[in-house]
């Protein structure tokens, strides 16, 4: 069983930066694909970005692409997701998941595990 805690969502203005965490606990993320997902109020949630266990794939919603960026500290657990240039429109709870599979895909039904979830708000 794997438990993920993300971290590191907050209040910013249009064209700031955030990173959030997510951090494992229960095993080792090593062999596990991890991505992120987001949902606005009133929206469905969608894929934003996810990478396979050894980071060989990693794939990006066209919407998040060329600002967001995963990456890993495999010593710590922790995987990263790094938001650049952010918009009103990225303002959504992100979550972070985990699948036993390894391979990354885009749809929610692929990821066994799910974080509780940080609010990201951006004004403009």
């Known amino acids: 069983q794997v438990q993920l805690v993300e971290s590191g969502g907050g209040l910013v203005q249009a064209g700031d930066s955030l990173r959030l965490s997510c951090t494992a606990s229960?095993?080792?993320?090593?062999?596990?694909?991890v991505g992120w997902f987001r949902q606005a109020p009133g929206k469905e949630r969608e894929f934003v970005a996810g990478?396979?266990?050894?980071?060989?794939?990693?794939l990006y919603a066209d919407s998040v692409k060329g600002r967001f960026t995963i990456s890993r500290d495999n010593a710590k657990n922790t995987r990263f997701l790094q938001m650049n240039s952010l918009k009103p429109e990225d303002t959504a709870v992100y979550y972070c998941?985990?699948?036993?599979?390894?391979?990354?895909?885009?749809?929610?039904?692929?990821?066994?595990?799910w974080g509780q979830g940080t609010q990201v708000t951006v004004s403009s």
């Open positions: 990478t396979s266990w050894n980071g060989v794939t990693t």
């Open positions: 229960g095993r080792s993320f090593t062999t596990y694909a």
């Open positions: 998941v985990a699948s036993a599979r390894n391979y990354v895909v885009r749809s929610a039904n692929g990821y066994d595990y």
